[in-house]
């Protein structure tokens, strides 16, 4: 089984809403990462979280606040968001080789109002 | 610095014709190569990848690649193409560095769209 899964699907949030995306594995990776991708471009990568710690953090803005409560599952935090954050998030897993394959969910689809 | 290049923002072939999306590459140590497809409005699926050993790699749905280290490419290929593989196709690299930084981060082309016309 391969399948990461993310909840929900769309969102549409206003700049003052706080909204969470959550985004789940059950293959035992203990890599998790988002990513944001807008139309027609690749994924950039966003953060990284490692045996639940985060590290990576790709100069994110405050207002993106990911989390991680088990190896499982991973969280990321929205607030004041912007209309250019209108993106996919994608959600990815994997283990911790550099040979290891990532993983992807079928993303949300976010829209900033 | 790692990176991937896609020379093509678009492929168009005929249904049962062979498809060729071309991928070229830049790492510092050894790389391990990977092909996702993207449907509209979906996630990434994987494909293929190559680490070591044989150079010519199959994967999912029909698809192979061959590993050119001479030429630093991995060109993924279809020996007759459906309409169904209509999609947007993306090459990757990590290389050995290791895990953790940006070193060990996965680094995507810009993806080729893939049109196959019946």
């Known amino acids: 089984d391969t399948e990461v899964t993310q909840t929900p699907k769309h969102l549409v949030m206003g700049m003052t809403n706080k909204k969470s995306l959550k985004c789940e594995q059950h293959m035992g990776h203990r890599a998790m990462y988002w990513y944001k991708q807008k139309a027609k471009k690749p994924p950039e990568l966003m953060f990284v979280y490692s045996y639940e710690k985060l590290s990576i953090n790709e100069s994110v803005p405050s207002r993106f606040s990911p989390e991680c409560p088990n190896s499982s599952l991973l969280n990321l935090h929205l607030h004041a968001l912007q209309p250019e954050d209108s993106a996919l998030y994608l959600c990815?897993?994997?283990?911790?080789?550099?040979?290891?394959?990532?993983?992807f969910g079928p993303g949300t689809r976010l829209t900033v109002l | 610095a790692q990176s991937v290049a896609q020379p093509e923002d678009q492929v168009n072939v005929a249904e049962g014709n062979p498809l060729t999306v071309k991928c070229t590459y830049s790492v510092s140590g050894n790389p391990y190569l990977f092909w996702y497809v993207q449907y509209p409005n979906r996630g990434l699926q994987f494909l293929l990848k190559?680490?070591?050993?044989?150079?010519l790699v199959k994967g999912s749905y029909g698809f192979e690649a061959e590993f050119n280290k001479s030429q630093t490419s991995f060109h993924l290929k279809k020996p007759s193409a459906l309409v169904s593989d209509s999609a947007l196709y993306f090459c990757a690299v990590r290389d050995d560095a290791g895990y953790g930084g940006s070193q060990g981060n996965l680094i995507f082309g810009k993806g080729t769209k893939l049109s196959v016309k019946p």
């Open positions: 990815a897993s994997s283990q911790l080789g550099s040979a290891d394959t990532q993983y």
């Open positions: 190559y680490i070591t050993g044989d150079n």
